[in-house]
């Protein structure tokens, strides 16, 4: 005959008994990668597409909160701040915790990105910071005489040519240029004292220098909240039962197979690849100034 003790038990194992006490569920989102508009040979974190992605974490049954796996460099601060200002919204309106976990790299619009959230956990051997801005080009004049080529550009608009790669640089365009770094740094360092506050502890020289540290520094100066991995931090939170939802974009199927971002149909455009070409260089030294 089978105890009242013994029966508890052997419901308790039930699948039905599952049912009655689902595990809470936190939502997984991946942001990997620079930020900015793809190009052909590459394919950049934009909120245009990462809205239905962002849309549907926050739409899982049982969500108890949403974790950002946030690894970039950085890139657009326009597309950083959409995306950024995306989660806020909807982390309000569901009134759903935000974490962060920050893998390689959380630097400049990868740290704005973090900010997204409630709380950021990093590595020790995480890089994170680099709260500034930076403009990165090539300048080809002096080639295109060596080679005999001519460069003809009609505007209407006296600084519609401003900082054109293939014209000399001067001097007043490279003002202006520095005047709207300042005024896109100063909406970041807004951003990171509104999504900080006291939990800031260095001074603003350091903090908004453009300088990036280890994680374990990072949490020395308040930039992070502390040392953590994601399924051991959330564990800890939410109980080993917690569910852990991977949200990611759909891709067609063609876009598997072939592992590319896709263009539209028709011959290649020889300037599209040079263009892309230059936008992978760039790419490579944003996560080269890390180590990475």
């Known amino acids: 005959m089978v105890s009242p003790m013994d029966l508890r038990s052997l419901l308790a194992h039930l699948p039905i008994a599952r049912l009655q006490h689902p595990p809470p569920v936190v939502a997984v989102l991946r942001l990997g990668g620079v930020i900015g508009g793809p190009g052909p040979l590459r394919s950049g974190l934009t909120l245009a597409a990462l809205e239905p992605v ?7 049954p049982r969500l108890e909160a949403v974790a950002l796996s946030v690894n970039s460099p950085g890139g657009s601060a326009a597309q950083s701040d959409l995306i950024c200002r995306r989660i806020r919204d909807l982390a309000e309106e569901k009134e759903v915790p935000i974490f962060a976990f920050c893998e390689d790299v959380a630097a400049s619009g990868g740290y704005w990105l973090a900010c997204a959230a409630d709380e ?11 709260i500034g801005v930076i403009s990165a080009g090539f300048g080809f004049p002096e080639l295109l005489q060596r080679i005999g080529v001519e460069r003809r550009l009609h505007t209407a608009g006296d600084k519609k040519s401003m900082l054109d790669p293939f014209l000399a640089e001067k001097p007043k365009d490279v003002t202006r240029l520095k005047g709207i770094q300042k005024e896109l740094h100063g909406v970041f360092q807004d951003l990171v004292r509104e999504r900080r506050g006291a939990r800031l502890k260095g001074d603003d020289k350091t903090l ?12 020395e100066l308040g930039l992070v909240d502390g040392i953590g991995e994601l399924r051991q931090t959330l564990r800890a939170r939410y109980g080993d039962k917690v569910a852990l939802r991977p949200v990611e974009g759909a891709r067609p199927w063609w876009r598997r197979r072939i592992g590319c971002a896709g263009r539209q149909a028709g011959p290649p455009v020889p300037e599209d690849w040079v263009a892309g070409l230059l936008t992978a260089v760039e790419d490579r030294a944003q996560w080269s100034r890390f180590g990475l």
């Open 54 to 60: 962002i849309e549907r974490a926050f739409k899982l």
């Open 208 to 219: 908004f220098s453009g300088e990036f540290w280890t994680g374990a520094k990072a949490v």
């Open 120 to 130: 950021i956990y990093v590595r020790e051997t995480s890089i994170i910071g680099s």
